[in-house]
């Protein structure tokens, strides 16, 4: 055989065997991808849901037990006597000593209850300094048959770590999840370290669900709403099915009384994003007193009676205070409670 014959044999067996390698290999390689997983796309979970009221290991002492509170008085409920667009209390009346007073709420969706079942909560705000009538609010809260207490802000004075220390010792006891937003005076320097160790609160905002209420937290605690916070909202709100929408934050954007003790920036946008949204209720503080009214069909409701010095100027509805908040079907009714 000729060497020329010979070295054109092994040339085609050398593309032989180099197209087999690669027929092989290409097997080999598509059994491996074959017997991979497929990606899994993970479900989206961008809001936090808060939890239960969680105290740090470095808990103080507690301060001495308050004697232990005597029975539970019937409440008197005083009858509102103005239309849905004022407030929907009227002026306050000190109440006899040993009894609570009850203003229930004008305004309530109109869908009749389906059931006797229903979802009640409560509401406060504007606390700080006053941890003796801040504990006289928690027991109320935890008798008065509520599933949890959103705290509309001001927990403290300063948002040092000796007045979060402080805010621990009223809080001892007191075994219903808490859900707050921040306010101003939670902020030291404005940063909300110290808010987020000791509050409970699961971020600066987040939302959760509650039987056919959605509630969205939000953070005005730099004395507005910022773009940033409203982009958040209405995301959040934008998501939910649930038929009720409710928004808690700090600062109320007006004020039913006629005061300029509102938000600093923000306001006219955030009005506008409820609307949009189709919230049912707003809730906020930062106005030590209780004033609520209307506005383009969403209900503002203000609630900062939880410990702090009141504000008797300007605001005729002043009184310590907490809201008990009842959702029967979508049926909605707030009461102030005098404590």
Same mark, same amino acid.
């Given at each position: 055989?000729?060497?020329?014959?010979?070295?054109?044999?092994?040339?085609?067996?050398?593309?032989?065997?180099?197209?087999?390698?690669?027929?092989?290999?290409?097997?080999?390689?598509?059994?491996?991808?074959? !017997?991979?997983?497929?990606?899994?796309?993970?479900?989206?979970?961008?809001?936090?849901? !808060?939890?239960?009221?969680?105290?740090?290991? #470095?808990?103080?002492?507690?301060?001495?037990?308050?004697?232990?509170?005597?029975?539970?008085?019937?409440?008197?409920?005083?009858?509102?006597?103005?239309?849905?667009?004022?407030?929907?209390?009227?002026?306050?009346?000190?109440?006899?000593?040993?009894?609570?007073?009850?203003?229930?709420?004008?305004?309530?969706?109109?869908?009749?209850?389906?059931? &006797? !079942?229903? $979802?009640?909560?409560?509401?406060? @705000? #504007?606390?700080?300094?006053?941890?003796?009538?801040?504990?006289?609010?928690?027991?109320?809260?935890?008798?008065?048959?509520?599933?949890?207490?959103?705290?509309?802000?001001?927990?403290?004075? *300063?948002?040092?770590?000796?007045?979060?220390?402080?805010?621990?010792?009223?809080?001892?006891?007191?075994?219903?999840?808490?859900?707050?937003?921040?306010?101003?005076?939670? @902020?030291?320097?404005?940063?909300?370290?110290?808010? %987020?160790?000791?509050?409970?609160?699961?971020?600066?905002?987040? !939302?959760?669900?509650?039987?056919? =209420?959605?509630?969205?937290?939000?953070?005005?605690?730099?004395?507005? =709403?910022?773009?940033? *916070?409203?982009?958040? $909202?209405?995301?959040?709100?934008?998501?939910?099915?649930?038929?009720?929408?409710?928004?808690? %934050?700090?600062?109320?954007?007006?004020?039913? #009384?006629?005061?300029?003790?509102?938000?600093?920036?923000?306001? *006219?946008?955030?009005?506008?994003?409820?609307?949009?949204?189709?919230?049912?209720?707003?809730?906020?503080?930062?106005?030590?007193?209780?004033?609520?009214?209307?506005? &383009?069909?969403? =209900?503002?409701?203000?609630?900062?009676?939880?410990?702090?010095?009141?504000?008797?100027?300007?605001?005729?509805?002043?009184?310590?205070?907490?809201?008990?908040?009842? =959702?029967?079907?979508?049926?909605?009714?707030?009461?102030?409670?005098?404590?």
């Amino acid at each position: 055989m000729s060497k020329r014959k010979t070295q054109k044999q092994n040339r085609g067996q050398i593309i032989y065997l180099t197209l087999g390698l690669i027929v092989a290999l290409s097997m080999v390689v598509s059994l491996i991808i074959g !017997s991979l997983p497929e990606p899994v796309t993970p479900t989206p979970t961008p809001f936090p849901t !808060s939890t239960s009221f969680i105290r740090p290991t #470095d808990t103080p002492t507690p301060s001495p037990s308050p004697a232990p509170m005597g029975p539970v008085l019937p409440t008197a409920t005083v009858t509102p006597t103005i239309t849905p667009t004022l407030s929907a209390v009227p002026a306050a009346v000190a109440p006899a000593a040993g009894t609570s007073t009850t203003a229930a709420s004008a305004f309530a969706h109109d869908t009749p209850a389906a059931d &006797d !079942s229903a $979802l009640v909560f409560a509401v406060c @705000g #504007d606390s700080r300094g006053n941890p003796d009538q801040y504990r006289k609010v928690l027991q109320a809260v935890m008798a008065d048959g509520s599933e949890f207490l959103i705290h509309t802000g001001d927990l403290v004075n *300063e948002g040092t770590e000796a007045e979060w220390q402080a805010f621990l010792a009223p809080m001892v006891g007191f075994t219903l999840p808490f859900y707050p937003v921040p306010g101003n005076h939670d @902020g030291l320097d404005g940063k909300l370290d110290g808010y %987020l160790k000791y509050s409970g609160a699961a971020a600066a905002h987040y !939302s959760f669900d509650r039987d056919l =209420v959605h509630i969205a937290l939000a953070d005005s605690h730099g004395g507005g =709403v910022t773009a940033g *916070e409203l982009a958040w $909202l209405r995301d959040d709100l934008s998501t939910t099915k649930q038929p009720v929408k409710i928004v808690f %934050l700090h600062h109320p954007p007006f004020d039913p #009384d006629g005061t300029d003790h509102i938000m600093a920036f923000g306001s *006219e946008p955030f009005m506008e994003l409820m609307v949009e949204q189709g919230v049912d209720y707003v809730f906020a503080g930062h106005i030590h007193a209780f004033a609520q009214a209307e506005r &383009d069909g969403v =209900v503002y409701t203000i609630t900062g009676g939880g410990g702090a010095a009141l504000y008797s100027t300007g605001h005729p509805q002043v009184f310590y205070h907490y809201l008990r908040v009842t =959702v029967r079907s979508e049926q909605v009714t707030i009461e102030a409670i005098k404590v």
